[in-house]
């Protein structure tokens, strides 16, 4: 079956504008997560998903939101870029059962870069 | 806020040989840990997980160790082959009832395989 899809791959953008960048999670997986990662900071947990209800969220600025469709496809948002910004933004897939972590797939990610 | 870290950002390994990769992690209620690889280019991958009950388990090639009273976390690689040349993150989890926390990562450790 088909893996994580995000798009698009890449993205540029200047300060200051805002940016939505989309994940389609495995079929049948009805939780999405979202990670930003970053040389300096690493990987960390921006928010997950599940049935169309934001359950938990990371400690990020509220210039990143996020959302999920009924069909389980997630978009995430960030408003007023800023340089810092800049990192590979992953989605992950779960099937929601379980504890978090579990059969979690992530997708290629979308480097965002920040001029 | 509590994280999880590894002690060194770079391994270097003979082909063939045994490769062990280690993780610290701080929070002693985590109740699920998982090991993940990420080559270049690509989302990180799924390659095992433990339970807090457990001390050890195993997968092909790879086994992953728990000590609980030190708060660490370990991976074993057996017979390494070039196609283990990646990056590797530790992530712990705490399912926490009602909520659901994000996987909380590593910094990675880059394991370089020697010919």
């Given amino acids: 079956k088909a893996g994580v899809t995000q798009t698009p791959r890449y993205l540029i953008k200047t300060r200051g504008q805002q940016v939505t960048l989309s994940c389609s999670p495995i079929s049948g997986h009805r939780s999405v997560s979202w990670y930003q990662q970053t040389p300096g900071q690493g990987l960390q947990f921006l928010f997950e998903y599940f049935s169309e209800t934001q359950r938990n969220k990371g400690n990020f600025p509220g210039r990143f939101s996020g959302r999920q469709f009924s069909n389980s496809r997630s978009e995430m948002n960030v408003s007023t870029l800023e340089l810092g910004d800049s990192a590979l933004y992953l989605c992950a897939s779960n099937s929601g059962r379980g504890p978090r972590g579990t059969e979690a797939f992530f997708g290629q990610g979308t480097r965002l870069t920040v001029v | ?115």
């Fill in chain 2, 1 to 115: 806020g509590e994280s999880v870290g590894l002690h060194l950002p770079t391994l270097s390994v003979q082909e063939g040989d045994n490769s062990i990769i280690n993780c610290a992690y701080s929070n002693s209620a985590s109740d699920y840990f998982i090991w993940y690889k990420q080559e270049s280019g690509k989302g990180p991958q799924f390659i095992i997980d433990i339970r807090s009950n457990m001390d050890k388990r195993q997968g092909q090639r790879v086994t992953v160790l728990l000590n609980k009273t030190v708060k660490h976390l370990s991976l074993q690689i057996a017979a390494t082959q070039p196609g283990d040349s990646a990056v590797y993150f530790c992530a712990e989890n705490m399912y926490s009832g009602g909520g659901a926390d994000g996987l909380t990562f590593g910094k990675g450790t880059h394991l370089i395989i020697q010919p």
